[in-house]
C-alpha cells in the first residue's frame, strides 16, 4: 500500500481552508471506544507516534521540565506506558519522524527551553535502539517524514494495524499552527486506508486497554502546507574531541552518561580554555555538572528527591543557558551513536541529567565535603575534560571541597527514614473462621476498640430481587395469574415452533426423545466406549455379546418392519419406472437433476435398499449427460465430474443389482478408483433406463492424473472423517476425538473443547444434558450462553430433542432464566439455559444453598458455551469468576482460543482444587472448507430489470461454473499472510486445491538455499483415494518448509506469495476507492429501472443468486449499516417492479385480465347471493325437502372450479424482483408467521423486505422478528440476511456464503472468524464461501491473516465481590458451599495474574476492602453484612456508583436534601441531578464544539450534565480521601512486609537498572550536602522515579496513586471504591445529561440527535437506569420493613417489566449479555407477620422453590431487628456513625417517599416511549 499522500497547494485553497476542512474532518469522524486487545487489535502489531506519545506521557505524569530537567522520570513515564500495554499483551512500533519534533514541545515554549524536549526525544530515540540491540522487545522506527520513501516501505512490509497518534488536546497545545498538526498527522494515515486512534483517550481498566478507534474514511483531499517547522540543523561539525574521546573509554570505564557529558562539556568549554576570566563564571556549573556525575555513579535513586529552592533552569537563568548549551552538542553525540565510537559503551543515558540534583549542587558548591574516593573520581574526570578541550576544572576547585580526614565516612547504605506523610499503618479489627486462614501472611495494626451505642441492622435476604415472592418457605408459594400463564403459553408456542424449525418438522410437530431415569444398576456399568477402543479384542472373541432389552426389542422391531414391506418390492419398483419415465421427460437436464436428487434424499430405508442403487446411478446418468455439453477444458466440466465422481462413490456403497453393479465398476474404473465389492445382490432386473456408456474408458480431464483431479476438483468431496467409528452411545460414528470426549463426560471429567464450527461440538451438550437426565429427577445441568438469542435456540432444541415425565407439575426438564424474562420455573428445572450474570446471582445467593436439596447445591455440570467471552472487555470477569466459582465438572466450549495451552493449565489448576479432572480435546479441522473471495465485479453501472431465472447445478463453491470472467477475486490462504509469523501460517486453513497450487509455486520457486523435499510430491505423500485426514497430514509437512521461508527475508517467500495473490489483486488494490464513470442506458428514463453500480450492495447480491451462492448472511458491524443495506435493497426491488408494472405491456394485459375477472366474479356472486335468497324465500313455502342441506352446499362449493385468478396478487413481489425461495413456504405459512409481528414493533419497510426474501438481524431488533428471521431463513425462504455480530454467537443459521460489507472496528480477528463459520455449516454445505465487500484489498489481507487475541483474565476481585461472599457466608452459616466458593475466587491464580506475589496482592488487597466494608458499616467485625449491604450487593455491576450513593446516603446527603425547605419536584430534581452523576454515565467530549452547543441551545435538552450540587460534590469528595487513605495504607503495608528486599530503581519496560554502579555501599546524599539542600527521605507508596519530579507520598486522587505506585504492587484503579467527580477529576470533561434530560421532558429523540445518544442504546441505556431505582426502593423498602399486603407499597407487576424488555422498541440497542441486575421484588412483610407463620405445619414442597430451610429460627428475626454485631468504634478516628442511625425510620422514610416518587415519575415517562 502506498503511504500517505504528499501535501501539495491546490488553486484557490488556502491554508485557511484546509484548517477548516480538517477540523471538520475531525468532527465527522465516529470513534468506536473498544478493548484494542480482546476486542480490537489482538496479537496484531499496531504503531505508535512517538513524538505523541513523549508529550503525553510528559503532560499526564507531570515531569518536572519547568523549574528542574527530570530525563529519567520523563523515560520513566513513556515506558510505564508500553509496560502497560505490553502487559495486556499489546504488539507495537513506536515511530518517530525527524520532520515533527515540535510535537513534543509545548506551544510558545522559548527557543532556550525547547532543548528540553528535544533532547529528551533524541535520548528516547536512541534508548530504544540500544535496548533494540540489546535484544529487548522493543522496535522503534525513525523516519525524515510521513511522505519519506523509507516509511512508504515500512507501511508495505508491516502494515499496522492501526495508528496511535494525538487529537492536540494536550493542554499545551494551546493553538497556532501545532495544535493542527497531529490532526493533519492523523488524516493523511487515515486516508491511507488505517484505523487511528488518539493517545489522549488511552484508558487501561484491569487487563484491558481501551481506545476510541475511527476506522478509515476513504481516499480524501490532500491538506495543503505542512504546518512545521524545517528539521534543525545538527550536522556534524569537524572536530576531533570524538576521536580523543575515544581512546579513553576502555581505559577509563565511561558510561554513555559520561561520554556525552564530557563530550558537550569538551565542546562547549573549548573556547574558554584560554581566557581565565571567563572560565571562572562558568567554573561553578562545570564543577556542579561533574560532582552530579560522581554523585550518580554512588546514589540510590530513592536519595534524589529535592524540593525546589529558588530559581530553577527556568528562561533567563545562568544555569539553564549553561545546559542549553551543552544540548546541541549532546544531540549531536546521540545522532551518532549507533555508528561512532561509543556504541559498545555501558548505556545510561536515560539518566543523563537530573536538574534538582544539579541545582542542589550549585547551590551547595561551597559546602561540599568529599571524601578522598569521591574527590579522586572528580580529579580523574576534570583530568579527562582538560585532555580534550584544555580546560582545567581543578583550578577553579574549591578549598573546602576535600574531606581533610580523608574518611569513607560518606559512603554509607541509604538506610533513611520514609517520608512521614504515609498514614500510620492500622485497621479496624475482622476476624472470621473462613477468611482468616487467608489473611494470616497480612500483619497489620488494629486501631483499639470501644463499644458504639449504635445497633446496626443485620442484613438478610427477605425477598426475592428478581420476582415479588419474599423468601419465606413458610408461605405458601402464590401460582401465576392469567395473564403470567398467557405469557408463558404465548413463550412455548414461540419455543415449540422455533424448535420445529431447528429439526426440520413440518409445522409444529416435533418427536422429541423420552427421556427414563435409567436403575442405579444401568448407571453404574462401564461406559460404551470399550465396544470401539477394544474392537479388535471383541471381535476375536467367541462368546456373544449380551444383548440388552432395548436391542432386542430394536431388532425386532426392524424385522417386522422389512417383512411387512418386502411383499411390497414389486409395487416400488413398478412406481420407480413410473417416475423415471417422467423424469425423462424433463427438457433440462438440471432440473432433472434436482428432481431426481429430491427423490432419492426423500426415500425411506427400505425404499433406498430395494432402488436407492437405480435412482443414484441415473444422478450419475444425467451427470454424464450433463458433462457432455461442457468443453473439457472448461471449469465447469470438472466441477461435473468432481460431482460424478463423489456421487458415483455413493452408489456403490448402496444394494444393487448386478448390472448396477457391472456399470457402477466400469465408472469407478474410468476414474481409476478402488472397486467395491457387491456382497448380496438384489435380484436381476432391467435398468428403466439407458446409462449412457463411456466412450473411451477414461473420465478424467485430458492431461491429468487421477491425483490431480481428486486434489483439484474433488476438494469438497473427499471423506471427512478423522478415524471415526460406531460408537452406541451416539446415534452417528464419531471421529476420534469425539470419542475422547464422551469418555470424559462418562468418566465425570471436566472438558476444555477447542474445536471449529462445524467441525461437531453440538452433540458434546446434549449428550451431557442426556446423562444428567437419565441419572435422576433432581439433578441439575446450567448451560451457560453468552447471548439472549443463542438462550433461545438452546432451549428450542432441547425441547425438541428430550421430554419427560415429572410427579409435580412445577417441574420441567429445561427453563431460561435471563433478565428480561423466564420461561419454566427455574428451580424446578433439570436443565437451566441462561447467561452468566444470572447464574453468579444464583451461586452467590444464599437462599439457593442453605441446604443439600438447594438449587446451587444440585447442579452437577455447567457448560460454557462460547468460552472465549472470559476476552471481553465488559462480561469477561464474570465468566472468569464463574470458572472459578463453579461447585461441579465444567464443559468449556470454544472455536476461538489462541492460547489453549494456557487456558488449559489455569483451568486445570482451578479444576483440580476442587477435585475434579479436567481434560482438554483439540480438533484444528474444518468439516467445510472455507474459500475466500473478494467481490471485484467490471466497472461501470446498468440498469436493473429484474432477475433473470437461473439454471445451475449445486456445485460447491461459487468460482466452479464460471465460463465467463467472475465478479469475485479468490484468495489464496497463503496470499493472504501479511506477518510472517508461524502462528499467521498455522491459522491459514487450507483445502486440497490450495495444497496442490501451493506445492506447484514452492516448487517453482525453490533455489539452491531453500528447497522442497521430494518427500512432499503429492504422489509420494498422498494415497490412490484421498481422505481429508490425508491432506491435513500434507498441509502441515507443507507449512513446516514454507515456515522456514517466512523466517527469511531473503527467501522466495515474497515472490510465492505475490504470484498467489496475482496481478488482479495489484490492480484492484491500486485502484480500490477510484470513483467509476456512470454510464447511463439510451432508454428514456421514465420507462427505466433503477440505475445500478456494479459495485453495489445489489450487484454483489445478484452476483450470489447467478453463482448459486444463496443463501447468504451479510455481516456489517453496525445497525444502522445493517438497516441501511436492508432498505436500500428493499427500494431498489420495489422501484425495479414499479417500473416494470407501469410500462411492461404483458403485465398490463395481465392486470386488465384480472380486473375483468374480478368483475366478473363480483357479479357472479351477487347472482348467487340473489339466487340463494330467492330459494330461501321458496323454501319458507315449500316442504323442507325442497331446501339444501349442508352436505350438499359443500359439494357444490367444492365443485366449483378454482380460477388462476384466485392466488393471483397484483400487490404482492414478482418473483423476479424477489429473493425469495417460494418453494419453502406458502403464502398462507408466511402470513401466518407474520401475523405475530404488531406493527408498531416492526417498521413497515421491514415487513415488506420479508417479503422479498430479505431480513435484518440485530440486537436492536424485536425479539419475535428475529425468531421469525432465524426460522425462515432455516426453512430456506429468506435467501438473504444482514446481520451484526451478534448473529455470529453460535446460532444455527447455516448458509452457503458470509459476505462481510463495509468495514468497522468489530472486524476483528475474533469476529472474522465467529461470522465466517456460519458458512459451510456441516451437513448442509460441503464448501463454505466467504465475501469481501466494500473494503480496500490490504485491508482484506489484514482481516484474513489477524491473529486470535490471547484469552486474558482481569483483576481478580472487587469490593462489592467480596461482600457478597460475606452476604453467602452469612446466610448459611459459613456451610462447606460457601467457603469452597470464597476458597475458589480469593486463593486460585486468574488469567491475569499468577504466582505466590499475586496471590499475597489479592490478600493484601482483600484486607483492605474489608476495612472500607468495615468504616462503610457495611460490615461487622465478625463478617456480618450490615444496613444496606444487600443495595451494594445487587448494583454490585455498577461498581463504584453504588459506594458513591452509599456514601452520600451514609453521611446525610439524603436526609439534609428530604428535611430541607424546597418543594417535592425541586428535591426530586436533584435527586435525579445526583443519581446521573453517578449511575449509566456518557462523557461529553464535544462540549466546546460549537455546533453541539448550538444544537442544544434550540432543543429542549441542557446536553452537558449541570455540576454535582456542592453538598454532594463535598459528601464524594471526603468519601474519595477516606479510600484514598485505605488504600494507601494498603501500598504501604505491602511494600513495608513485601519489598523491602527489592528496591523499585529498574526502568519498567526495558528494564535497565538505575542507580550505583558500583556495590554497596551506596552515598547518601544527606551526609554530602548541606542540610538546606538535603534530599527529602525516600517514598514509600510513590514510585521513586517520580519523585524525582519533586512527589512525595501525598496523594490528591486514586488516579493518581495509581498511576504513579511504585514497582512490586498490584493495585488495579478499578477495584478500588472511588468514583471520579466531573469535571474535576475527568480532565475538565463532563457527562452527557441524557438522563437528567430524559427526566425533564421523556423525549427520546432529543437523546439520539442532541445528546448524540445511539439510537439503538438509548432505551437500553434508561431501562438500565430503571432497575437501578427499582433496586433502590426495593432496599429502602426491605430495610423500613414496609407492607405489601393491602397496596400500602406495590411495585410494578415482575411480567410487565419482561413484557416491556421483549416488546421495547424496534431499534433499541445492544442486546444484553445477561442480567446486569437482579432487581424488582417487593419488600417483605414485616417481621412480626414472619413470626406468626412460624408456627405454622411444615408444607410438603411442590418444588424446589418452596423448600424450606431448618436454619431459620426466630433468633435470625431477632437478630435482624437489633443487629447481630455491636459496632466498634476506636477512641479516636473512628468512623462517623451513619446518618439513618440519628433519628431512624422517619428520615429513611422521607428519602424513601422521594425516590419512589421519583421512580414513579420515571417509569411513567419510560413507558410512555412504548406505549
Not at 542 to 558: I, Y
Not at 1248 to 1260: C, N
Not at 1695 to 1707: C, R, T, Y
Not at 1712 to 1732: T, Y
Request: aromatic content about 10%; overall charge negative; hydrophobic content about 35%.
Amino acid at each position: 500500500m502506498a503511504g500517505p499522500n504528499h501535501s501539495s497547494e491546490s488553486p484557490g485553497d488556502g491554508p485557511d481552508a484546509s484548517d477548516d476542512r480538517l477540523k471538520s474532518w475531525f468532527r465527522s469522524l465516529s470513534p468506536t471506544k473498544v478493548d484494542i486487545v480482546g476486542d480490537f487489535a489482538g496479537k496484531e502489531r499496531f504503531a505508535i507516534h512517538g513524538e505523541a506519545l513523549l508529550a503525553h506521557c510528559l503532560h499526564t505524569m507531570k515531569v518536572d521540565f519547568d523549574y528542574g530537567f527530570q530525563i529519567l522520570h520523563a523515560v520513566h513515564a513513556v515506558e510505564t506506558l508500553l509496560l502497560r500495554l505490553r502487559d495486556r499483551g499489546c504488539n507495537f512500533h513506536i515511530l518517530w519522524f525527524n520532520r515533527e519534533y515540535q510535537l513534543s514541545i509545548p506551544t510558545e515554549t522559548s527557543a532556550e527551553i525547547t532543548y528540553k524536549y528535544q533532547l529528551t526525544r533524541k535520548i528516547l530515540i536512541q534508548h530504544f535502539a540500544h535496548a533494540q540491540n540489546d535484544k529487548q522487545p522493543v522496535s522503534s522506527f525513525v523516519f525524515t517524514s510521513l511522505g519519506s520513501d523509507s516509511f512508504t516501505r515500512y507501511l508495505e512490509e508491516h502494515h499496522p494495524h492501526f495508528f496511535l497518534g494525538s487529537d492536540g488536546t494536550t493542554p499545551w497545545w494551546t493553538g497556532g499552527p501545532q495544535l493542527l498538526t497531529p490532526l493533519h498527522m492523523l488524516y493523511r494515515i487515515n486516508s491511507a486506508g488505517y484505523h487511528v486512534a488518539c493517545v489522549e483517550h488511552l484508558e487501561f481498566k484491569s487487563s484491558r486497554a481501551f481506545l476510541l478507534i475511527a476506522s478509515p474514511r476513504g481516499a480524501q483531499r490532500p491538506l495543503n502546507g505542512d504546518a512545521l517547522s524545517p528539521i534543525p540543523d545538527i550536522s556534524p561539525v569537524e572536530d576531533n574531541i570524538g576521536d580523543r574521546l575515544e581512546g579513553l573509554i576502555k581505559t577509563h570505564n565511561l558510561t554513555a552518561r559520561e561520554i556525552i557529558s564530557l563530550y558537550s562539556l569538551a565542546h562547549v568549554l573549548g573556547p574558554y580554555a584560554p581566557d581565565a576570566g571567563e572560565a571562572t563564571e562558568i567554573g561553578p556549573q562545570v564543577t556542579a555538572l561533574l560532582l552530579q556525575l560522581v554523585f550518580m555513579r554512588h546514589c540510590s535513586i530513592t536519595g534524589r528527591s529535592f524540593e525546589p529552592q529558588g530559581s530553577g533552569l527556568d528562561l533567563g537563568s545562568a544555569a539553564n543557558s549553561f545546559i542549553c548549551s551543552l544540548s546541541e552538542s549532546a544531540q549531536r553525540a546521540l545522532d551518532s551513536w549507533g555508528s561512532g565510537p561509543f556504541t559498545n559503551s555501558a548505556w545510561d543515558a536515560f539518566d543523563l541529567f537530573d536538574g534538582r540534583l544539579y541545582l542542589a549542587l550549585l547551590r551547595s558548591s561551597h559546602n561540599i565535603n568529599l571524601s578522598s574516593a569521591l574527590h579522586e573520581e572528580f580529579i580523574q574526570l576534570g583530568a579527562l575534560l582538560e585532555h580534550l578541550c584544555g580546560y582545567n576544572v581543578t583550578a577553579k576547585w574549591p578549598a573546602n571541597l576535600t574531606d581533610t580526614d580523608g574518611g569513607e565516612a560518606r559512603l554509607k547504605n541509604a538506610n533513611r527514614q520514609p517520608d512521614q506523610s504515609v498514614p500510620s499503618l492500622s485497621v479496624l479489627p475482622f476476624s472470621h473462621p473462613v477468611l482468616d486462614e487467608f489473611l494470616t501472611s497480612v500483619h497489620l495494626r488494629t486501631e483499639a476498640v470501644i463499644s458504639s451505642p449504635v445497633d446496626h441492622k443485620v442484613h438478610k435476604e427477605l425477598t426475592h430481587w428478581h420476582s415479588q415472592r419474599p423468601i419465606d418457605p413458610k408461605q405458601p408459594t402464590k401460582g401465576p395469574d392469567f395473564w403470567a400463564r398467557r405469557r408463558n403459553q404465548r413463550f412455548m408456542a414461540d419455543i415449540i415452533a422455533y424448535s420445529a424449525s431447528l429439526t426440520g418438522a413440518s409445522g409444529k410437530i416435533i418427536e422429541p426423545e423420552i427421556v427414563v431415569v435409567r436403575s442405579s444398576v444401568e448407571q453404574s456399568k462401564p461406559a460404551s466406549r470399550h465396544a470401539v477402543n477394544k474392537g479388535k479384542k471383541q471381535a476375536n472373541s467367541n462368546k456373544p455379546l449380551k444383548k440388552s432389552g432395548k436391542q432386542r426389542a430394536l431388532e425386532e422391531a426392524e424385522l417386522r418392519r422389512t417383512a411387512k414391506f418386502q411383499d411390497k418390492s414389486p409395487a416400488i419398483i413398478t412406481f420407480w419406472k413410473e417416475r423415471c419415465l417422467e423424469f425423462s421427460k424433463e427438457a433440462s437436464l438440471v432440473k432433472r437433476y434436482l428432481r431426481v436428487e429430491k427423490y432419492l434424499l426423500g426415500l425411506s430405508p427400505v425404499h433406498l435398499s430395494v432402488i436407492g442403487a437405480e435412482v443414484s446411478l441415473y444422478l450419475c446418468h444425467v451427470l454424464r449427460q450433463t458433462q457432455g455439453r461442457y468443453n473439457p477444458a472448461a471449469i465447469t466440466h470438472s466441477s461435473v465430474l468432481a460431482m460424478l465422481w463423489s456421487q458415483i462413490q455413493e452408489t456403490a456403497k448402496l444394494t444393487m443389482t448386478e448390472e448396477v453393479h457391472t456399470l457402477v465398476t466400469r465408472v469407478l474404473q474410468s476414474f481409476k478408483l478402488p472397486l467395491y465389492k457387491i456382497p448380496a445382490p438384489l435380484p436381476k432386473r432391467k435398468l428403466p433406463f439407458e446409462f449412457l456408456d463411456i466412450a473411451n474408458g477414461d473420465l478424467l480431464p485430458p492431461g491429468k492424473s487421477s491425483l490431480d483431479f481428486q486434489l483439484e476438483s474433488c476438494g469438497p468431496f473427499l471423506e471427512r472423517s478423522f478415524d471415526s467409528a460406531p460408537d452406541p452411545r451416539v446415534p452417528f460414528e464419531p471421529d476420534a476425538w469425539q470419542r475422547k470426549v464422551l469418555d470424559a463426560i462418562d468418566e465425570n471429567k471436566s472438558l476444555l473443547v477447542v474445536a471449529p464450527t462445524s467441525a461437531g461440538k453440538t452433540f458434546i451438550s446434549f449428550y451431557a444434558m442426556k446423562k444428567i437426565l437419565e441419572a435422576n429427577n433432581d439433578d441439575v445441568l446450567v448451560y451457560i450462553a453468552p447471548t439472549k438469542a443463542l438462550v433461545n435456540q438452546i432451549a428450542a432444541e432441547i425441547q425438541a430433542r428430550f421430554s419427560k415425565r415429572y410427579d409435580q407439575e412445577a417441574r420441567s426438564v429445561w427453563a431460561i432464566h435471563t433478565r428480561d424474562y423466564r420461561i419454566n420455573n427455574v428451580k424446578g428445572c433439570q436443565i437451566l439455559v441462561t447467561v452468566p450474570d444470572i447464574l453468579q446471582i444464583l451461586l452467590l445467593a444464599p437462599s439457593n444453598a442453605t441446604s443439600p436439596t438447594s438449587f446451587a447445591r444440585r447442579i452437577k455440570r455447567i457448560i460454557f458455551d462460547e468460552v472465549h467471552c472470559i476476552g471481553q472487555a465488559e462480561d469477561g470477569i464474570v465468566w472468569e469468576q464463574l470458572l472459578l466459582l463453579a461447585p461441579c465438572p465444567i464443559i468449556a466450549l470454544s472455536a476461538t482460543v489462541a492460547n489453549p495451552l494456557e487456558f488449559r493449565d489455569w483451568l486445570f489448576n482451578a479444576q483440580k482444587a476442587k477435585g475434579f479432572d479436567l481434560e482438554m480435546v483439540v480438533h484444528s479441522s474444518r468439516y467445510s472448507d472455507l474459500r475466500k473471495f473478494i467481490h471485484d465485479p467490471s466497472p461501470g453501472t446498468y440498469e436493473f430489470a429484474g432477475f433473470d431465472p437461473v439454471e445451475r447445478l449445486p456445485f460447491p463453491g461459487l468460482d466452479s461454473d464460471c465460463e465467463s470472467p467472475l465478479p469475485f477475486l479468490f484468495l489464496h490462504p497463503v496470499a493472504g499472510i501479511i506477518d510472517r509469523s508461524r502462528d499467521t501460517l498455522n491459522d491459514a486453513s487450507l483445502e486440497p486445491r490450495d495444497c496442490i497450487e501451493l506445492w506447484r509455486q514452492m516448487t517453482k520457486h525453490q533455489n539452491g538455499q531453500y528447497q522442497v523435499p521430494k518427500s512432499l510430491d503429492p504422489e509420494n505423500m498422498l494415497p490412490s483415494l484421498v481422505k481429508k485426514s490425508d491432506v491435513t497430514k500434507w498441509e502441515s509437512a507443507l507449512k513446516d518448509v514454507l515456515a522456514n521461508w517466512m523466517l527469511d527475508p531473503n527467501s522466495p517467500f515474497d515472490e510465492l506469495r505475490n504470484h498467489l495473490r496475482g496481478e488482479r489483486f495489484d490492480r484492484l488494490s491500486s485502484t480500490y476507492g477510484q470513483p467509476e464513470s456512470i454510464d447511463l442506458p439510451p432508454s428514456p428514463p421514465s420507462q427505466s429501472g433503477p440505475i445500478v453500480s456494479r459495485r453495489s450492495i445489489l450487484s454483489l447480491v445478484t452476483d450470489l443468486r447467478s453463482h448459486g451462492a444463496l443463501p447468504a448472511i451479510l455481516f456489517n458491524y453496525d445497525r444502522v449499516g445493517c438497516e441501511t443495506i436492508l432498505r436500500e435493497l428493499n427500494d431498489t426491488l420495489e422501484a425495479a417492479e414499479a417500473a416494470y408494472k407501469q410500462h411492461n405491456s404483458q403485465w398490463l394485459k395481465k392486470l386488465a385480465a384480472f380486473e375483468e375477472w374480478k368483475k366478473y366474479s363480483e357479479t357472479a356472486k351477487m347472482k348467487e347471493a340473489k339466487m340463494k335468497e330467492t330459494k330461501k324465500t321458496r323454501s319458507r313455502n315449500d316442504d323442507d325437502d325442497g331446501a339444501m342441506s349442508k352436505g350438499d352446499r359443500t359439494r357444490d362449493e367444492a365443485n366449483r372450479e378454482l380460477s388462476v385468478w384466485d392466488s393471483f396478487d397484483p400487490e404482492g413481489p414478482l418473483q423476479q424482483y424477489s429473493f425469495a425461495d417460494n418453494t419453502k413456504l406458502t403464502q398462507g405459512e408466511l402470513n401466518a408467521r407474520l401475523k405475530s409481528l404488531r406493527a408498531d414493533t416492526v417498521r413497515p419497510w421491514i415487513l415488506d423486505a420479508l417479503y422479498r426474501g430479505i431480513g435484518v438481524h440485530h440486537a436492536g431488533m424485536n425479539r419475535q422478528y428475529r425468531q421469525i428471521v432465524e426460522v425462515l431463513f432455516r426453512k430456506g425462504y429468506l435467501t438473504v440476511v444482514v446481520a451484526t455480530g451478534t448473529l455470529a454467537m453460535g446460532l444455527n443459521m447455516p448458509c452457503k456464503t458470509v459476505v462481510f460489507t463495509g468495514d468497522s472496528v468489530f472486524l476483528t480477528a475474533l469476529n472474522y472468524r465467529q461470522a465466517s463459520g456460519r458458512a459451510g455449516r456441516r451437513g448442509f454445505d460441503l464448501l463454505g464461501n466467504v465475501v469481501f465487500h466494500g473494503l480496500h484489498p490490504h485491508r482484506v489481507l489484514e482481516i484474513m491473516s489477524a491473529k486470535l487475541p490471547d484469552l486474558r483474565g482481569q483483576f481478580p476481585t472487587s469490593v462489592t465481590l467480596i461482600l457478597r461472599l460475606f452476604i453467602l457466608l452469612h446466610g448459611t452459616q459459613n456451610s462447606e458451599f460457601a467457603a469452597n466458593a470464597v476458597k475458589g475466587l480469593l486463593t486460585q491464580s486468574r488469567l491475569c495474574l499468577g504466582g505466590p506475589d499475586a496471590k499475597m496482592s489479592i490478600a493484601h488487597h482483600l484486607r483492605f476492602s474489608i476495612d472500607y466494608l468495615r468504616r462503610e458499616h457495611l460490615l461487622s467485625e465478625n463478617g456480618v453484612p450490615l444496613n444496606f449491604s444487600g443495595l451494594v450487593g445487587h448494583l454490585s455491576y455498577t461498581e463504584n456508583a453504588v459506594f458513591a450513593f452509599h456514601a452520600l446516603l451514609k453521611d446525610g446527603y439524603f436526609h439534609d436534601l428530604s428535611y430541607s425547605n424546597r418543594s417535592r419536584e425541586d428535591i426530586i430534581l436533584e435527586i435525579m441531578l445526583v443519581l446521573s452523576h453517578l449511575f449509566c454515565r456518557h462523557a461529553c467530549p464535544q462540549h466546546k464544539d460549537k455546533q453541539f452547543l448550538e444544537r442544544v441551545h434550540r432543543s429542549p435538552s441542557v446536553g452537558i450534565l449541570p455540576d454535582l450540587p456542592q453538598k454532594a460534590s463535598e459528601v464524594l469528595e471526603r468519601h474519595n480521601q477516606q479510600t484514598l487513605s485505605i488504600f494507601q495504607n494498603y501500598v504501604s503495608s505491602y511494600a513495608n512486609q513485601h519489598l523491602t528486599e527489592t528496591p523499585d530503581n529498574c526502568l519498567p519496560f526495558t528494564e535497565y537498572k538505575v542507580g550505583s554502579v558500583y556495590a554497596q555501599p551506596m552515598l547518601d546524599l544527606s551526609t554530602v550536602l548541606p542540610s538546606s539542600d538535603s534530599p527529602r527521605p525516600p517514598t514509600v507508596v510513590r514510585s521513586p522515579f517520580s519523585a524525582l519530579s519533586g512527589f512525595t507520598d501525598e496523594f490528591h486522587t486514586i488516579h493518581e496513586l495509581c498511576e504513579t505506585v511504585r514497582a512490586g504492587v498490584f493495585l488495579e484503579e478499578s477495584a478500588v471504591p472511588y468514583i471520579p467527580i466531573a469535571p474535576k477529576e475527568t480532565d475538565g470533561i463532563p457527562w452527557n445529561g441524557y438522563l437528567y434530560d430524559f427526566f425533564k421532558h421523556g423525549d427520546m429523540e432529543a437523546l439520539k440527535h442532541v445528546n448524540m445518544i445511539k439510537g439503538g442504546d438509548v432505551w437500553y441505556h434508561l431501562k438500565d437506569f430503571s432497575l437501578i431505582l427499582s433496586t433502590i426502593v426495593t432496599s429502602f423498602a426491605n430495610f423500613l420493613e414496609l407492607p405489601n399486603a393491602d397496596g400500602d407499597f406495590g411495585f410494578e407487576e415482575e411480567d410487565e417489566l419482561e413484557m416491556a424488555d421483549d416488546d421495547g422498541p424496534l431499534f433499541s440497542g445492544d442486546e444484553g449479555n445477561g442480567m446486569r441486575n437482579d432487581v424488582c421484588g417487593a419488600p417483605a412483610p414485616p417481621q412480626n407477620e414472619q413470626k406468626k407463620n412460624k408456627a405454622k405445619k411444615k408444607m410438603v414442597a411442590e418444588s424446589w422453590d418452596d423448600e424450606s430451610s431448618d436454619e431459620d429460627t426466630e433468633d435470625d428475626a431477632e437478630t435482624a431487628n437489633h443487629g447481630g454485631d455491636s459496632w466498634s468504634s476506636s477512641a479516636s478516628g473512628y468512623p462517623q456513625a451513619p446518618r439513618w442511625a440519628d433519628n431512624g425510620g422517619p428520615s429513611l422514610m422521607e428519602i424513601f417517599r422521594n425516590f419512589s416518587s421519583l421512580q414513579r415519575e420515571f417509569e411513567e415517562k419510560f413507558r410512555k416511549t412504548f406505549a
